[in-house]
């Protein structure tokens, strides 16, 4: 399929984006807009271990192949897992095919313990534990529609999308670029998404 072809299918579907979201993490807001701030200034994400529920030794990058209003739904009823932050509404979006270049796949939705007898150790990091047999308790994240980069992802301006909680910091990200003369960053993106313009 031409990619203009492969454009114009996705631009037709809302629950198709040629967009693809890491979300920061942080105790509160003020944390996760930080944890962006680096991110950008180092151009580099640097991947989850097995401590972020990645499989085997190797880490990854977790990002999300859905669109904004999904996001913002996620955000909403999923913020907290077992008293922990699991998404803010901070991050980064990168272009499919980007992505795909740098390694990046869907992850495999199954029971961990069958995908481990069929991949090498390497490619652990692409399974995603999946059980629906119990009745009482379900292991399903098949929602997120995740995709992982191996390793750590790094990236140029022109890469990405901003991802931010709310206009609040949509203004402070372009008044931190100012006084820290980091306009090259504003320049070079895509642009800025407030989160709030989508979900409230």
Same mark, same amino acid.
């Given at each position: 399929?031409?990619?203009?072809? &492969?454009?114009?299918?996705? $631009?037709? +579907? ?6 693809? !979201?890491?979300? !920061? +993490? ?8 930080? @944890? ?13 271990? @097995?401590?972020?529920?990645? @499989? ?12 904004? $209003? ?9 913020? %907290? ?27 495999? #939705? ?14 652990? &990091?692409?399974? %995603?534990?999946?059980?629906?047999? @119990?009745?009482?308790? #379900?292991?399903? &994240?098949?929602?997120? +529609?995740? &995709? ?9 301006? +022109?890469?990405?999308?901003?991802? %931010? ?36």
């Amino acid at each position: 399929m031409k990619r203009k072809d &492969w454009n114009k299918r996705i $631009s037709k +579907r809302n629950d198709m984006v040629s967009r693809i !979201t890491h979300l !920061t +993490r942080g105790k509160d807001s003020d944390e996760a807009f930080e @944890n962006l701030w680096q991110i950008l200034i180092d151009k580099k994400i640097n991947g989850s271990g @097995n401590a972020g529920f990645i @499989n085997g030794g190797r880490k990854a990058v977790c990002l999300q192949e859905l669109p904004l $209003s999904a996001i913002a739904e996620n955000l909403m009823y999923e913020k %907290v897992l077992n008293d922990k932050v699991r998404y803010s509404p901070f991050g980064i979006r990168f272009h499919k095919g980007f992505i795909y270049n740098k390694g990046g796949r869907p992850v495999i #939705y199954e029971n961990k313990d069958i995908m481990k007898s069929l991949l090498p150790e390497s490619e652990y &990091w692409r399974i %995603v534990d999946l059980n629906l047999s @119990n009745k009482e308790s #379900y292991v399903d &994240w098949t929602h997120e +529609r995740e &995709w992982r980069v191996p390793d750590e992802l790094t990236f140029n301006y +022109r890469n990405i999308e901003i991802i %931010v909680k709310q206009g609040k910091y949509y203004r402070e990200l372009v008044e931190r670029c100012i006084d820290k003369k980091r306009t090259d960053i504003l320049v070079g993106i895509h642009g800025i998404i407030t989160l709030d313009s989508v979900y409230s």
